[in-house]
Structures are given as C-alpha cells and as structure tokens.
C-alpha cells in the first residue's frame, strides 16, 4: 500500500494550536485514494525543521508528501507554487532564531517549484465548495523552509516522489483573538487536505488552467 | 411557550443561495432559551420587504425578533448596532427598485439602536470559539430597511418586544466565487444564531464592554 | 464675509501627528468660495471635544462648519452621512477616558444625519480624481462625539448653519509605521477639504446618486 | 557618466494610464547619483516584452536597471524580491495573449533573486517617510516575466550589471474608479524611484534587516 507523508507544525506567535496539525492529525492511518496517511508535527524551529522532516522521510518512505502551515489572514485553502531559498523572519521562530536573508541551502538554485498537481488541486477544491487558489509566495518563515527543503531533496533523489505545501486559515476559535481576520472551519480543511491528497495521488500531469497573479 | 420570530432573505445580486436562509431555516420549529422559532424568508425588494415582515409580525406575535442577512466580505458575525432612516442602494433590488437617499419612514427619527443585547451576544459567541463583533452600520440596503422599520413597529408599540438584526458572512460554496473573500461555514453560523437567541432571551440588561470603533 | 469653522484633532493612539490637523491648518485665514476659513484643533478628550468646539463657535458665529479627522486604515476621503448617540471607546482617549456605551445627549435622538451636500461632495471629489466616498458611521469615538454634537447644537439652533464631518487617511509618513495601510499625499487632502468646502457654500439641495452600501 | 536604464509598462486592463509610466518618464534624462537617468516604456504583451527591454540594453548600455510596474492594490512601494521563471496570465495582456504555466525561459532555474539591494532601498524609503516593503512576489504577469527576463540576461553576461523590480500602487486619479483601492500621490511615487536609484548606485552590499513574511 502506498503511503503519504502530512506534515503540520506545531504553534507559534503566541497561538495555543496550529490549525495545520489540528486538521492533519485528524488523517493520521486513514486511507485515502488506496494510500495509507502517515502525519508528522514539525517544530517551528529554523534549526531543527528540515531534520525532522528528512528523519521522517527517511523512516516512511513515502510515495507522497504534502505540507501543510497556517497562514493566518488568509481567507482561503492556498496551493503554494513555488518556494524559495530564503530565510527571512519577521518573528523570532520557537526557540528565538529570527535568521535574515539567509540561503536554505548555500548555493542551492533561487526556487524550487511544487511537484503537486496545483492547478488540479484548486479546481478539485473549489468543485467540492471550499474556496481555494494558488498562491504565489510560501512567505520566508519555517513553512517556506519546509517547502523548499523538502523538493529540494526531492529533487536530489531524482523527482521519484512529489511535494508540495498548502496553507490553511486560521480556525474561527483563533479568528475571536484576531478581530477582523477570516477563518475556516476545522471540518472544511480537513476535507479539503483529503481532496488535496487524493488529486494529488490520481492527477500525472496537471491541468493547464488560469492561476496567476498580476503581481 | 414564547416565540421567537427570526427572518433571513431571499439570494440577490446574483447569488444562488442566501446564506442568511440557509442557517435560519434550519431552526425553524426547534425549541431554544424555552422559546419557540418560527422562521420567514423576506424578500430582497424594498417596496415589499416590511410588508412581508409586518405581516408575520401580525400573525404570529413573537416574544423577540432577529433579522438575518448576509454581509459578502465580513468575515465574521456582525451584531447590528443601529438602524438608520434612509434607502440608498448601491445595486438595484430583485424587483429592479433602487431607491436614493429616501427616508424609510417619512418624518422618523434618523436611526433607532438595536435593542437586543447586543454586547453580551457578541461575548458570547466568542466565548464560545465563533469569530464575532459589533457593527457600526447595518448599510442603506433592504437588510437596514427591515432593521429599521422592524425597530420603528417595536418602538410605536412601546418597545415591549426586542429586536434587532445580525449580518453573516458567506457560506463557503459562495466564497469560491468571490476569490479572497472570507467565509464561514453553515453549521458554525447556526450555532452562532442559536447562542445569540438564548442570549437575548436571557438577558436583561446588556453588559457594558467595549465594542466601539474610532471611525 | 462668510465665514467656514473647520476643526481637527490633535495626535492620538501614540501618533506624533494628526492628519486632519496637518491638513486643515494650512487652509487657516484662506478665502474659498468667499467665505473665510478659521481654523481650530480640538482635543482627543471625549470630556472636553464638544466643550472646545462649542466656545469656537460662539466666537466664530460662522457660516458653515466642517469637523475633519483620521481615519486610519481607510483608502480615501470619506464624507460622513450620521453621527449617532453613543460613546463607545475602544482605547482610551488622550485623558485615559474610555466610555463604553454611554449616551452624547441624554434623551437626545439616536441619530443625526449630515446636513453637508454629502453626494455633491464626493461626486466633485472624484472628479478632481480624489478617491473618495460616502461612509455610514463615523465610528463611536471622539470623531462621531463631535459629529453628533455639532449636529445636535445645530438642530438645536434651527439648523440655520450646516455642518458635517469628513474622515481622512494616513499620511504617508504615519502609514510607514503601519506596514499595509494606505495613506494620502497632504497635498491632495488638502484640495480635498478646499473642494468640500466650496460645494458646501455652494449647493444648496444635494445631489440623488447612489452612495450606499448593502451592509 | 554612468546610465541607469529604467523602464515602465503602458496601460493595461482597460486602464488609460499606467502610474509607473506617468512616474518613470519624470525622471527621463535626470542625472541622479551621479548617472544618467534613460527611461523605455515597455508593451504589456508577452511575445514583446523582452524583447523591447533587451534592445534597450544593447543600445544604452546601462550600468544599472530599473523596472517599475503598477501594482493595483497595494498601498505601498513595494520592492520585489524574486522573479520565478512561469507566465500564469490572469487576464489577457494587451495582444490577447494569456499563456498559462508556461516557462520563460525554458530549462532556466526557477527564480532569479534581484540583485539589488532591496533591503537598504526599503529602509531608505521608510526613512524618508513613504511607506514600503519587501514583496515576495511579482506576480505571474508580465511584470514577473520582466523582472526574470532582466536577471536571466544580467546572469548570463556575469551580473556584473545589477537590476531588479519595483511595484507601485494606483495613482490617487485611478484609485477613483476602483473604489476602495489605496493609491500614492504621482509626486510620492517620483521621489521613491529617485531614491531607489540613488541606494542603488550607492550600496554595494545590502543591509541585513527583516524583510520577510510568514506566508
């Protein structure tokens, strides 16, 4: 049986829960499109992320991997495109780091782009009434190092196995603290992520279907 | 038993679906706070929207009222502070009316404040995890038509039954036609509208917290 | 000569400046529409507000009056339709006073509607391609107090002089200190409340086109 | 005496002026920083784009290069960080062409940083007090495809010329017909590109201050 690796994060900025790992931990060895759900929760740490990441890989040797993080503020289920090989930290991360304007990986090329069907993923999303896009920036906190460490490996191993991120709202019981910002109900991102993992297992090559952005 | 009579609309400005209906008449007939709901769908069209009301008013002598409607772009439950004595619609009406800067009631007063409780309503439901808060401005559009002339009736009566009104979010099926627009989902606005009925019927005299904005 | 009273507000919420301020005082001693332009500031101290603005009106006897203040976080000029009859501070005010839910006028009407040519105003604004618009509350802090007070004393009066208030932006060098928000040049708010001025001496009944909102 | 190349879009998507243009060929033949300032507007068309933009270098020579786009939305300066080697064309560019997920440059890396220094050119502004930021994203359109085509070049010939991407908001007289939309003053606009131009030329190697975003 085939098996796909979810990863979320645990709080951070002050939160008492990270939606990520309250949606993704509800799939822990669910089945889903013939797969078996591994999750893992990855610590909001610059050091230590991407070695929890890889160790999990390394024990799993999943045929999939979806990353998820919270983007607090956005209204939407976003597919990230693209992550790049920058951390740059408005905040300080769990353990105090803030690095500015360093490469993830020295030398490593400016970008990597998602291996996940995106374009499918949103349609699939918005098919089913969960609003969704694509999103142009993963940010350059932790959640964009994941992405960027992950296909970076990925794509050392020769692309065998796909990646991708997806962010998720804030949950309305964070939303109460954040006056004004929107939110998603728990149930909605969690079967959001099933569609997500099943068109990601189901769809070889992606959709060609308008997702950009004027800037 | 005691009524409560809670309105929502009919869809307009090309919406299949109103999400004010969709959460109201799931209540109808249940029993809450020791009261009876007794739920109408109001049409989005100004000469005949008070009418319908009215008319309800007459038929089924309701302990409390609230009015629902739907607020594409909030992102949260909006407890309506004040109604204002003017139409000005942006967008014509489903009838194709739409009236400029006319009085509501020839000769009212310029506005009558909710009577709900409207503080300890929006307390409540953030204690209860569901993103909510006051609202300066029900808009010049049929929902402040219906806070209006609803508030106007109760107070030529005397003011001895409450009332007032409360706009939603769109539901997330709507969202995905709207991109970037926030959401929230069906059975949190329901709870949302339950917890604000109990609340209302509960208390008498609102609590004094703040809820105000500098413009 | 006819005479203008146009008020502003000193700093508050930690600003150095005031944009209303910054703005009005350079229109002091001007002639506009032929009518002389007196200036004065006004205190952020809700117990205070309305005693300053009535003393400059007692000395003034002017003509017309125009109340001016930030809005931060607001994109364009926006012409007030209503003052309403609350106090409800969300921060305290620059005397560490913070009213929740208290009347202006006790007894006094829930509302009072501009008596500016509000319509004609913004349709002159957007024609000298100033972004502008109606907006439907002043909020509940000292900027609705004088809006609902200078209306109340008019309405007292007669309403022989007319008077509103017109909220503007950040300037630019405040909207650095808060990443995201818009802001507008002083340059153009100053054309703006000269333009406001001159339509208000000279329309005597506003103009019917739209300008409202559906929530 | 050095050459600074900077370029700028005409109008697109129905507008009737573009504000970089209206800002850019301000600055046509200025001396600033010591260089000469020469300034190209560039079609919104895919297939033309680069083209436009590369005889420019092979006929000016410049020894640094700007490109400014509209940004309509965002409130502030904003310096980009990355250009990503995809057209994803939301609307239809000026020709009627909207390629969707194709390379700029096929088998080019993902993304190509700007080698500017955006960091000291975003504090420069702040200082100055007009409102900017690091953006994390160019979009997909042909601002993005300008940028990476320009880095592309710049790369091969051994980036011994320095270039990257600048956003700019609406002007105040387009924001009038978006409303809501934030907009800066053309005389704002001016004054950040002149200061942009001179960091440039000044600073060698870019400040390390936090620029980044979560997501």
Known sequence: MKKVLVTAFEPFEGETLNPSWEAV???????????????????????????????AMDEIHPDLILSVGQAGGRSDITVERIGINVDDARIADNAGQ??????????????????LPIKAIVA?????????????????????????????????????VRGGFIHIPYLPEQAVQHPGAPSMARDNVIQALEIAIRVALETETDVKVAGGATH
Chains 1, 2, 3, 4 share one sequence.
Do not use: W
Not at 105 to 113: C, E, N, Q, R, T
Not at 148 to 160: F, K, W
């Open 25 to 55: 931990r509800a799939l822990d060895g669910k089945a889903i499109g013939g797969a078996r759900i591994v999750t893992r929760q990855l610590p909001v740490v610059f050091s230590d992320v991407l070695g929890v990441l890889y160790r």
């Open 98 to 115: 803030q690095p500015v304007d360093e490469p993830i990986v020295a030398g490593g090329p400016a970008g990597y782009f998602s291996t």
């Open 124 to 160: 699939a999303l918005r098919a089913a009434g969960i609003p969704a896009s694509v999103s142009q920036t993963a940010g350059t906190f932790t959640c964009n190092r994941v992405m960027y460490g992950l296909l970076h490996r990925l794509h050392t191993e020769g692309n065998r």
